[in-house]
């Protein structure tokens, strides 16, 4: 009966925890719950950090928003070390216009209070 009992225990577990676990692998290369990830998968494409990340406020983040003319940040995902991934979506009417089904070029990972990391586009749309 014990034996049952702690089976059961487990198989619950496992199940609990592996969607959460197999999610981390895919969408961010990793199961590293420490860090920015090595990766981010968005919206059917894969997004790499510069091969030297370097950290932006969020007013950096926010300029170089404004200079292509766009503004304002949604949370996309949160990485398997709690940080959240966040980018300024491509409405769905100007990627229709644009002909592309690309949500966004960079997205950024919120690594402190005032500190983000930014993941740009793999290969072209």
């Given at each position: 009966m014990v034996f049952l009992f702690a089976s059961a225990a487990a198989t619950v577990a496992i199940f609990a925890v592996?969607?959460?676990?197999i999610h981390d692998r895919l969408?961010?290369?990793?199961?590293?719950?420490?860090?920015?990830?090595?990766?981010?998968?968005?919206?059917g494409r894969r997004?790499?950090?510069?091969?030297?990340?370097?950290t932006e406020?969020?007013?950096?983040?926010d300029a170089f928003l404004a200079r292509v003319g766009v503004h304002g940040l949604t949370q996309v995902d949160?990485?398997?070390?709690?940080?959240?991934?966040?980018?300024?979506?491509?409405?769905p009417q100007v990627r229709a216009q644009y002909h592309t089904n690309v949500c966004t070029?960079?997205?950024?990972?919120k690594t402190g209070d005032d500190?983000?990391?930014?993941?740009?586009?793999?290969?072209g749309p």
């Open positions: 592996a969607p959460t676990a969408a961010f290369g990793t199961f590293d719950t420490t860090g920015p990830p090595p990766r981010v998968d968005y919206c997004y790499y950090p510069a091969e030297q990340p370097k406020t969020l007013a950096q983040v949160t990485a398997p070390s709690g940080m959240p991934v966040v980018t300024n979506v491509i409405p070029m960079v997205l950024w990972v500190a983000y990391v930014g993941y740009g586009l793999s290969g």
